[in-house]
């Protein structure tokens, strides 16, 4: 095994070989069912094409290899209009573990990945790398240099290349395309639980918690303080009801995403109080999934209105759990 690419194992058993640069594939023997994509989203349209693409794999016994970026290509393409990811690298890795395929390559997208012509793609990775005898990719996937490639080329080479494919058209919920920019508007606007359906899943957070300066000590409602990472699509600032995952137990919380502007807080924090837990976590890794927005973040002229607020946002997330 390659330096960069590592076997992610559930309960002991082998699930997914994952390969974080091209040069790390060696060709693979066994014939490949293969999603191509960004997949920068995981949302219900994503994972649409890798069920279809796993479900062919089960059909003609051949592995499942799914092919896509660990960076948006835009990084490249437009360094100046970069989108927020909806999710980081380890997240990503996360998701696709739970879908159990075979390979991921989630190789960076550089200046090779660009300037490949794309019937040069198709031939020495697709085909001769990855041995794709089937192929899954949404209608308006481009690859390869200037964008040249995409599916009616795929189409036009599968009969040479021997592998056949399906082409999945946009995925449709109430008459509204589903998208991963629609998701990111979606959570910049505070709308959870419309991103969490389109999203086929709740959207979490993963992170370590840090040290603060531990004002919710003071007022008796402890919190754990993430860090927010570099280009990730931040929730709109406000109160929400939460999820957090602790060493894989589940807790009620509820989570607090801005400023902080009782206090003066510079930079956006997201803070969460855990139910059931009254002890430091510093340096522990936890989860927040967000349910239900309560309400805006608001300055109160008090300690004391700040507390009230706080205890009303508590009742209100019990009274959610209590009521499921």
Known sequence: MGKNSWDRKINGRKTM??????????PIEAGTSVALGSFDGLHIGHIEVLNRMKRVAEEKDLKSFVYTFSNHPRELLSPDNVPPKIMDVEEKVQIFTRLDFDYL????????????EPEVFIETILVKLLNMKHLTVGYDFHFGLKGRGDVEMLKAFS???????????????NDIRVSSTLI????????????NYYLGRRHFVK?????????????????????????????KSGVYITETILRGQKYRSVTNVGTNPTFNQKGIHLETH????????????????FIKRLRDEMKFNSVDALVEAMQNDYRSMMAYFDAE
């Open 184 to 195: 990111r508007e979606l959570l910049i606007e505070g709308k959870i639980e419309e991103a």
């Open 274 to 289: 855990i139910v059931g837990i009254d002890r430091d976590l510093y340096d522990e890794v936890i989860e927040v999934h």
């Open 17 to 26: 070989k994952i390969f974080f640069d091209i040069e790390e594939i060696e």
């Open 159 to 173: 009969e040479q290349y021997g592998y056949t494919y399906e082409i999945v058209k946009p995925i449709m919920k």
């Open 207 to 235: 992170g370590v918690v840090v040290r603060s300066k531990g004002l919710g000590r003071t007022i008796n409602f402890a919190t754990a303080n993430l860090r927010i990472k570099e280009n990730i699509s931040t929730i």
């Open 105 to 116: 390559a989630l190789v960076k997208f550089d200046m090779a990945q660009l300037s490949i």
